[in-house]
């Protein structure tokens, strides 16, 4: 087993074997070369290719390579080297592009969370991670310093403060060396179903490799992929931003300062994305949003969807106002990631086969004994893109990964004939309601085919005689008559053939889903109105 320790004495374990790491990088699935050097490898054959575009403008991969360069001086001369750790906490923009490419140049790890309020997983990040230095945005941040005894280095852009490293100021630029491309590059943040943040440790390979393949897998046709990433790139989905896109693939990278959809549809139209990276809920906003004049995205290959079940009705809206296929991506942070690029979002099809050059997946029983085909069990996967382990948890490496290194999803599925996966839901996300298990995934899924349905979450709310009962979450399509618990009951059960015991028995209308900092759909927030309800009103809230 390979060993990696930080400066601060965090270990980190690869729990798959080297013998099988070398041969995803003998097949070519894996680059056998670390970020920064697939980087400054685009910056010598396209210097002035568009590296990032945001609100600000356009950085040149040379122009972008000569901050990045300047801001690892910087870093090394604030005492960091590449056995460090080091927090990005900064707004989607060119300088957490920088950043975190500048992360990658020392040789350190990046540990990128997204920006919000709260400090609670903050502080349990820094503190379990033992990162060494942090690169922050905020002067409120500087406020978590003296309970974090392992972090000694504050870097910022642009506020001066005693004893803050200013990353602006001038100097010469870093030479770099080459890192084992086998070491870890990134740590991925998840919060998931756990009381802490899960975090994820990726190599460099990982990164460069299976995370890539994936996104080079949705190209539709040749030439660099211009990617409009919706997503905050500190989150697994966000994490094809800097390190995939823009490392990895020599592609362009485009962000936007605000999710509003008038404003999306304006750098679609200035920028000419070739891919949208976002949430079922932004592309269904964008699918709905009045055409503005002119309206042209004749560059745009392809809608991308992750984070959550995408909803027939949401890729029909966006299929007919784009013309353009919208692929739906099953991943997450623990190492997975199949999508229907090649075989489209027909319900015989199911999610799509597995690439090895991605993840192979099998479905095992609870005996990690590997199922034959139409049998369902939990998800497992590994391949090029699996992560190193977790990190300071090794609870979560003893239940959530196999004794040769294979990733437990936690998500119930299963392969069919043609080797084509296909998702049932969460293991735990089930509701019992009276000895009656139910699948909110099952029903999100049926309630997603209603004409009058954007968006679907089922959630559970508490019942005295019960236990649970099932409450469906839904925020309508524009214009269409208010639903009622009768409207939503009668089709499931009669057009959809739902049993009924697993329909719901409560409804609960909103008029925008509330977000996690992530970007996915905050199922507790949701649980929380619906309890504090429990009652068919039919008004949006």
Sequence with gaps: MTVWTSNNGLVIHDLVSPAVRRAWVAHGHCPGRDLYTLFA???????????????????????LDLWV?????????????????????????R????????????????????????????????????????????????????????????????????????????????DPRPVDPEAPARILVSSGTESEPKMAAYSHNAMA????????????????????????????????GTHVTVAALGGTLILQDTRSTAATWDTIARHRPTHVFAVPTLLRRLA???????????????????CTTLPETTVAACRARFRRPVIAVYGSTDGVN????????????GIGRPDPAVAAIRVLDEHDRELPPGSPGQICARGPMTPLSYVADTGLDTRLRTATGWVRTGDRGYLDE???????????QVIDRGGYSISPAQVEQELGTHPAVAEAVCVSVPDPELGQRLCAC??????SAPLTLKDLTGYLETQRGLERRKLPELLLLVRDMPFTATGKICRRTLAELATARQVDTGRAR
Excluded at 69 to 85: E, S, V
Excluded at 290 to 295: I, K, L, V
Excluded at 418 to 428: F, I, W
């Design 41 to 63: 490898g685009h910056v010598r054959r396209h210097p002035r290719r568009q590296a990032v575009v945001d609100p600000a403008g356009a950085l040149d991969y040379r122009t």
């Design 69 to 93: 360069l300047r801001i690892a001086a910087r870093l090394r001369d604030a005492g960091l080297d590449h056995r460090d750790i080091i927090a990005v906490r900064l707004p989607d923009s």
């Design 95 to 174: 300088f957490a592009v920088a950043a975190e490419l500048a992360v990658a140049a020392l040789g350190a790890v990046a540990l990128p969370y997204p920006a919000g309020p709260g400090s609670r997983d903050t502080l349990s990040l820094l503190r379990r991670s033992r990162a060494r230095g942090a690169i922050l945005a905020a002067p409120e941040d500087l406020a978590l310093h003296p309970r974090l005894p392992d972090l000694r280095v504050m870097c910022a852009f642009g506020f001066p403060r005693p004893g803050v490293h200013s990353l602006s100021a001038p100097g010469p630029a870093l």
């Design 209 to 240: 490799g299976g995370r890539a393949n994936y996104v080079r897998a949705l190209r539709r046709r040749p030439g660099p992929m211009r990617n409009l990433l919706l997503a905050p790139l500190a989150s697994s989905y966000g994490s094809l």
């Design 288 to 306: 709905d949003h009045p055409a503005p004049p002119g309206e042209d995205f004749g560059s745009l290959q392809a809608l991308v969807s992750s």
């Design 338 to 349: 199949c999508h229907t690029a090649a075989t489209g979002l027909a319900p015989q099809t």
């Design 418 to 428: 043609n080797g084509r996966l296909h998702l049932l839901g969460r293991l735990t």
């Design 474 to 479: 839904v925020r309508q399509t524009p214009g």
